[in-house]
């Protein structure tokens, strides 16, 4: 979407606001939500079809997962917005050839899972029913995926993880949530709308959900992998992940941007799950 359109939005909702506040706060977190992207294109589905398909019903809806089965430690891969399980191309021949038993899952409205809309809370829902299915050693997360990881496990008790890899993570949501109401130019009025819809929803205020402050409570072993150019979630995002998360180890990366698919972390990766 080109900024030319992000903005022509964000002036059209700015306009309503004056009629109704509420009503535009509704459609800005609705378009905030909503992937426009994420779902399997024909050259992406080839690269799950290698893998066992199963679904695991959560709340009535059912929760892609994909299994390449192995011998060696369970590993679960949570991908991030606007994009699938496919993401992880990359690493997974590295994967098989450790004989790890690989899960991965959709999050909600991408990939093959349900849903219209997305927030990081159903992700961490549905990263903690699969869980609970397969009894994970570890779990990696990209970008919100590692934030709803983060989430996961701080809201559920699962024994069975013994290491968190979190790439390109978002500290916190008050950052992702600033970003967004500043590409569209919101006014106050929205913003604030925003702000009260995720409280009245959540029963917590959006300062609430963060990352960082999560991991202070997670005793498992972490690995914070960002990049200093990642131009999506900013560097200090994992700075202060890492700085919180006391149980953790840093690795910075310089180049890779935030999707950090370079075969060079694989073998750190690795060497972390088998330390």
Not at 13 to 40: C, D, E, M, Q, V
Not at 72 to 96: C, F, M, P
Not at 187 to 195: A, E, P, V, W, Y
Request: hydrophobic share 40%; glycine share 8%; proline share 3%.
């Amino acid at each position: 979407m080109s900024s030319f359109i992000v903005k022509s939005i964000g002036r059209a909702l700015n306009a309503t606001s004056i009629i109704s506040s509420k009503f535009a706060s509704k459609r800005a977190l609705n378009l905030f939500a909503s992937p426009r992207k994420g779902r399997y294109n024909e050259d992406q589905k080839q690269i799950i079809n290698s893998a066992f398909f199963e679904e695991t019903s959560y709340k009535n809806m059912e929760i892609a997962t994909y299994r390449w089965v192995g011998k060696g430690k369970t590993v679960l891969l949570a991908h991030g917005w606007e994009s699938n399980t496919s993401r992880w191309n990359y690493i997974l021949k590295d994967l098989k050839a450790q004989d790890y038993n690989i899960i991965a899952l959709d999050a909600p409205a991408h990939g093959r899972s349900d849903g219209k809309q997305f927030n990081a809370i159903l992700y961490s829902e549905f990263i903690a029913a699969v869980a609970k299915k397969f009894q994970p050693d570890v779990l990696i997360g990209h970008s919100v995926g590692g934030m709803a990881s983060v989430f996961c496990l701080h809201g559920n008790k699962l024994p069975s993880i013994k290491k968190l890899v979190l790439l390109g993570a978002p500290a916190h949501f008050t950052g992702v949530f600033d970003r967004y109401k500043s590409m569209m130019g919101y006014n106050k009025r929205i913003s604030k709308g925003l702000d009260s819809i995720i409280l009245d929803h959540f029963n917590q205020p959006v300062s609430y959900f963060s990352t960082a402050n999560f991991t202070e409570s997670i005793e498992v072993k972490g690995l914070v992998i960002h990049d200093k150019k990642d131009r999506i979630i900013p560097y200090e995002d994992g700075q202060l992940i890492a700085n919180r998360y006391k149980n953790s180890e840093f690795i910075t990366t310089s180049g890779f941007g935030h999707g950090l698919k370079d075969t060079s972390l694989t073998p750190k990766i690795i060497d972390f799950i088998n330390d």
